[in-house]
């Protein structure tokens, strides 16, 4: 008996796993044996079904029985360097279709593979001048009287790769898992499993990985996602306890100084924003603090939502806490709120880890003193060494970006302040509104109007030439362009070579335009030089990895070229065209890529070109991932659900919901026998740990 959240056996003692192969697995966030049970498969290979040659398409699979017609060789002429070549015949009984297999440095299978033998062939096919051909197949020979040998018919388990990883070390390593646990312990109670006949957990876990059917399937996906639905539902609801009654303490109308703010603006507020202030301001008026997230798409104007709910806080003799995730961000943030507020008679002042010694000394005095009323920074301004003299409101931008430990120092900082956290990487509905039972949402939806929508091209390398001639006409007509690499290994050097050839290769391309390099090896102080230059108009292009991701406001720039697109996530993606099309100009998307795609980064790129909403993003960027892995769950301490999809799964998480409500109106303690699972459960392997609801 054991529960699958406890097994913390390291996966080092499984056969097949050296240094190499554990390093890989550490990667994937793999070290024990439970967390190689959560790792989900991110597709299931089906050969339950016949798939035959004939009518098959481009980088599809192929399961079938064929015959070997002939062996032929290719390339060089002696012996030695050419390639062996065998052709097939599908002889499954339907059709008669043909396959080359092209067996790269593979010759020897000239010996196995037989002449007028039948094999069952798996393989993955690409049509090649009319020709279907393969290099990446499995054959097993066909049973005595020519039919499917055992090993056709399963459904594996696909699991992402990394390193040195293969799906036969993944698999092998899973089984030996599974088939050391006698049986799993039950964890969801006995009369919910009884009522909506789950299958059993000991179960559910073995057929997640290698299904028998892909029906089976579905039920084991049920009692796995409900098991940890049930318990997030649970935790959360015991830890916080149902919805407190607030009280309102101050008044939740606009302030003078407020609305002096509005009055002074170039442009009208748009309805969202009015909606989303509203929604703010009474959070901040009653004796609960608050806890909203306000998510809108990058440039619909949450920055300034904030800037105006942070007025509103002043006006009760209160600090501000301003926190974004890059020095860069930070600076930006301090110049435009002073040009914004200080006209008000708002003190305002900027704290990163580059501001030293004696200037630090003084402003952190400031601040300890009451004479700042809104400090801008980066997380420097949780280190221990800052004391705010009443610190009642933060606000952090983009805060996917931020480490749990961050958001936890900062929640010692005060007493308990009112907390506002700011995101252009929305958190699709299902998941704010029933999993953050406690977190509230505020939405921008629409964005300033004039705003065009970027306009997207996806650029293979014959259309190079001409992305560059359209560049070219926007630099032509004093506009700015980004050319963005992405980070392409951690030491950082590849990336560096990368983004200084490109430089090198533009500056030949648009000789007597103005450019910079700009990357993450250069310190912050450099960076902020060259941005400087390049929001004064004095440089026309920046080369950059992906440090131009988040925030960066540069009305004239027009052109978001993104290299090796298919490499960047969906969010990433959005975040960085994001940067272009914030003014009225017409702007563009560039999105350069390689000719091998993956099917993912396929859909990825489909999507950037059909839409340019966030949300939408956003929820195709869940689907494409599949359930459990959404945008930078992991890193920040947001809740990293394992088999159920936050798309898909609402009548789940409605159940999950109402049976623990049920529970814990029944029986708020658990102290009956028939809630005794749920009891043994929380105290040996919760499948969530309470800091991951509470960092939310
Ligand atoms: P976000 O923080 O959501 O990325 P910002 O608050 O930085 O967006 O706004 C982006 C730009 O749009 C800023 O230059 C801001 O001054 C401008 N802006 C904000 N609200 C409006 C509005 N209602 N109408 C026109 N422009 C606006
Ligand atoms: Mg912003």
């Known amino acids: 008996m054991a529960y699958l959240r406890a097994l913390q056996t390291s996966i080092k003692t499984l056969g097949g796993v050296g240094p190499a192969a554990a390093k890989a697995y550490a990667q994937l966030g793999i070290n024990t044996y439970s967390d190689l049970l959560l790792f989900s498969p991110r597709a299931w290979e089906d050969r339950s079904k ?83 051909q393969s290099s990446q197949f499995e054959l097993h020979p066909a049973t005595e009287d020519g039919s499917f040998p055992a090993s056709f018919g399963s459904i594996l388990p696909i699991y992402p790769l990394r390193g040195a990883l293969t799906q036969r070390l993944i698999r092998a390593n899973v089984q030996k898992v599974l088939d050391s646990v006698e049986r799993f312990e039950e964890e969801l109670p006995p009369t919910l499993v009884a009522e909506h006949s789950l299958i059993p957990m000991d179960e559910a876990i073995r057929i997640w990985h290698f299904p028998p059917s892909f029906a089976k ?78 998510q809108g798409d990058v440039g619909s104007g949450k920055t300034l939502v904030a800037w105006i709910t942070a007025l509103h806080v002043l006006s009760q003799n209160a600090q501000v806490a301003f926190m974004a995730p890059t020095e860069l961000l930070a600076r930006q943030h301090a110049e435009s709120g002073a040009k914004l507020l200080e006209p008000l008679g708002v003190r305002m002042a900027f704290l990163t880890g580059s501001v030293k010694s004696k200037e630090r000394k003084l402003l952190l005095q400031a601040i300890a003193d009451g004479e700042v009323d809104i400090v801008v920074g980066t997380h420097a301004l949780f280190s221990k060494e ?57 939405t921008i939806r629409t964005m300033p109007p004039g705003r065009k ?85 004095e440089l026309s292009y920046l080369v950059s990895t992906s440090v131009v991701e988040v925030g960066i406001d540069i009305p004239n720039a027009t052109c ?101 409500d049920r529970v814990l109106t029944k029986d708020p303690a658990l102290l009956s026998a028939e809630y005794a699972v749920i009891r043994r459960t929380l105290a040996e392997a919760p499948p969530f740990a309470l800091e991951s609801i509470e960092a939310n």
Request: hydrophobic fraction near 40%; charged fraction near 25%.
């Open 217 to 294: 399937h579905q039920k084991a996906r049920k009692t796995l996602a409900l098991d940890e639905l049930f318990y997030l539902q649970l935790i959360a609801r015991r830890r916080k306890g149902l919805q407190e009654r607030t009280v309102q303490l101050r008044t939740a109308n606009p302030t003078k100084i407020e609305l002096a703010l509005i009055e002074s603006l170039p442009f009208a507020l748009t309805g969202d924003q009015i909606t989303v202030l509203h929604e703010i301001r009474k959070d901040l008026a009653t004796d609960i603090p608050m806890n909203r997230l306000l």
């Open 386 to 442: 800052v004391t705010f003299k009443n610190l009642r409101y933060v606000i952090i931008d983009e805060q996917h970006r931020f480490g749990v430990e961050q958001r936890l120092a900062l929640m010692e900082k005060a007493e308990v302040p009112d907390l506002l956290l700011m995101t252009a990487t929305p958190i699709p509905r299902t998941l704010s509104l029933t999993v953050f039972g406690n977190l509230n949402v505020s």
């Open 50 to 132: 016949v798939r035959p040659l004939g009518g098959i398409q481009d980088s599809e699979m192929a399961n079938t029985l064929v015959e070997v017609l002939a062996h032929t060789y290719f390339g060089q002429r002696s012996a030695k360097k050419r390639t062996l070549k065998i052709l097939l015949r599908d002889v499954s009984g339907q059709g008669d279709g043909r396959l080359s297999l092209l067996c790269f440095g593979r010759n020897f299978l000239e010996k196995s593979i037989r002449v007028g033998a039948i094999y069952y062939i798996y393989a993955q096919v690409s049509i090649n001048r009319g020709e279907l």
């Open 560 to 660: 978001m070229v993104i290299e090796h697109a298919d490499r960047f996530g969906l969010s990433a993606l959005h975040q960085l065209r994001g940067r272009v099309g914030r003014s009225n100009l017409p702007s563009y998307c560039f999105l350069v890529f390689g000719d091998k795609l993956t099917d993912e980064a396929k859909q990825r790129l489909t999507v950037m070109k059909e839409s340019t909403d966030g949300f939408y993003i956003a929820e195709k960027d869940l689907l494409i991932r599949g359930p459990g892995e959404m945008t930078g769950t992991k890193q920040s301490g947001f809740l990293r659900l394992h088999y159920a999809s936050l798309t898909e799964d609402l009548p789940l998480i409605e159940l999950a919901r109402a049976e623990a």
């Open 453 to 537: 929508p970027v306009k997207t091209h996806l650029v293979n390398e014959q259309s190079r030439k001409r992305m560059y001639q359209a560049v070219g006409v926007e630099f032509s007509r004093g506009h700015q362009a980004y050319f963005v690499y992405p980070r392409i290994d951690d030491s950082g050097e590849s990336e560096l070579r990368d983004v200084t050839n490109m430089f090198e290769f533009l500056k030949a391309e648009y000789p007597d335009i103005p450019s910079e390099l700009i990357h993450s090896k250069l310190d912050d102080e450099e960076k902020m030089s060259i941005l400087k230059r390049y929001q004064s108009g």
